[in-house]
């Protein structure tokens, strides 16, 4: 043969062999849904001193793990609602991110807070499909690409389609999302050939995350919140994987996988998701010192002895009483209380002004519109007979006054409630106060 074609064929094969497959790790730890529960809850489950030892007791000489953050770090604990969130974004800063994407939640402070907390955040926070007037991206990233045990793993940051309905026009102003799926799957068929694994880090929806899995082969592994129940095991389909733990700091997530590099998706995973015991564990005394101080501050203001309960409410009963509190200390006829919005639940015993920020964290006022009965939403009825044509109040949250339309709100539109009674909080806390006793 001639040495000029040999050397040719030798080239050629050299093309067209395939690349040895190779399969590395990847370990990614992962939590959602914090919601500034910086102690640990009634269960005892939880605490942000106690999740830093859990995590840095997984990461110790692990030299393929990440630590992902899927959103709702702000917002269900005094201290956040005090301080507009702040403190929560500074102390996760001793967890060691890696990579963390922004919640609807995190927006309850306006975006201007939001952005503050991307500048305070000393990990990137990355978000593809928030966007304002002009098309421009809200957290100036909407992925990165991060090299771990030799590969490089691009991480996606993704926002439910329902941020607008989650928020007020007040707080969002320009910034809306563009649909979740199509932004996050162009995106990942443009990464894919700078990178090894594609991960979207997600704060979506149960119902976008199982569409995710359905329609987006794109993207191979999912670690998501909003949903703040953990997956008993992941969701999978087509070799996809999803990941989803316990919020409020219960759970850490802990998905071990093995990624073949040519087709750069998972051969092989495990998953864990670690129960926070804070009876258990000792505390990281860095965080804990912190949350320390923090709590000082508001101590003074939450916890003040405000009623007994005579036994324990759930969440769909605190809602009953919201609406009696609404309708008793504004005289409106009806009141609506979104179940959403309500965020504990009442324990039984000494109740304090703390259990009603727990509940409601939210900076929500209660506004009271006039409505002829035919007009009243169905909804706020419950059951009570109305006359056509006569007056009625009805009071609800500002909240559900912007998102009248929504699932979770009136099933009407264009209400107008002219009359603002005050914060939802106070107006709970009068009541409680003047009840003393919850049965
Ligand atoms: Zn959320």
């Keep these: 043969m001639h040495p000029w074609i040999r050397r ?6 050299l093309v067209c062999a ?6 590395r790790s990847l370990t990614i730890l992962h939590t959602n849904d914090l919601h500034a529960r910086m102690m640990p809850l009634e269960n005892h489950h939880g605490g942000f001193a106690f999740l830093a030892t859990v995590i840095r007791h997984e990461r110790a000489g692990c030299h ?52 503050k907390f991307i500048q305070i955040s000393n990990y ?52 809306h999302t563009t649909p979740v799926l199509a932004t996050a799957r162009k995106l990942a068929r443009e990464l894919k050939a700078q990178s090894d694994l594609i991960i979207l880090l997600g704060h979506i929806t149960t119902q976008e995350e199982l569409q995710f899995l359905a329609d987006a082969p794109e993207i191979p592994v999912l670690v998501t919140g909003h949903a703040h129940n953990g997956l008993p095991q992941p969701l999978v389909r087509d070799g996809r994987i999803l990941v989803r733990v316990k919020g409020y700091a219960e759970e850490l997530g802990r998905l071990e996988l093995k990624v073949d590099t040519t087709t750069k998706a998972p051969v092989d995973y495990t998953w864990k998701h670690i129960p926070i015991d804070s009876t258990s564990t000792a505390p990281a005394a860095d965080v804990a010192a912190i949350v320390k101080h923090w709590e000082d501050e508001v101590r003074a203001r939450v916890d003040i002895p405000l009623a007994v309960s005579a036994r ?41 002004v703390r259990h009603i920020w727990d509940i409601m964290p939210f900076d929500n006022r209660v ?41 979770d709100g009136l099933h009407t539109a264009g209400l107008q409630f002219p009359n603002d009674a005050g914060l939802l909080r106070d107006i709970l806390i009068d009541w409680f106060r003047k009840k003393k006793l919850i049965e």
């Excluded at 395939?18 to 399969?23: G, K, Q, R, S, T």
């Excluded at 956040?80 to 309850?108: A, C, K, Q, R």
Aim: hydrophobic share 45%; with cysteine.
């Design 312 to 352: 324990a409410f759930d969440k769909r009963e605190v809602r009953g009483l919201i609406e009696q509190a609404m309708r008793t200390q504004t005289g409106a006829n009806f009141a609506f209380m979104n179940s959403g919005g309500v965020r504990d639940i009442v324990p039984k015993g000494q109740l304090l």
């Design 124 to 175: 990137p926070i990355v978000s593809s499909n928030v966007v304002g007037a002009e098309g421009q991206l809200f957290a100036s990233k909407g992925y990165v690409i991060l090299q771990v045990n030799g590969l490089r793993v691009a991480v996606i940051g993704a926002m439910t389609d329902d941020l607008k309905s989650l928020t007020t026009p007040k707080l969002m102003e320009q910034w």
């Design 18 to 23: 395939p690349l040895a497959a190779e399969v």
């Design 64 to 115: 393929d793990c990440i630590l992902l953050n899927a959103g709702d770090v702000a917002q269900g604990s005094p201290v956040s609602t005090i301080f507009h969130g702040l403190p929560v974004f500074e102390l996760i800063n001793l967890f060691g991110y890696d990579v963390g994407t922004l919640g609807n939640h995190d927006f309850d402070y306006g975006w201007m807070q939001a952005r």
């Design 8 to 13: 040719r064929l030798a080239l050629a094969l």
């Design 367 to 407: 506004v009271v519109g006039t409505f002829k009965g035919r007009d009243l939403p169905a909804v706020v009825l419950g059951g009570r007979q109305i006359e056509p044509g006569r007056d009625y109040t009805l009071a609800v949250s500002d909240f559900t006054a912007a998102n009248q339309s929504s699932a």
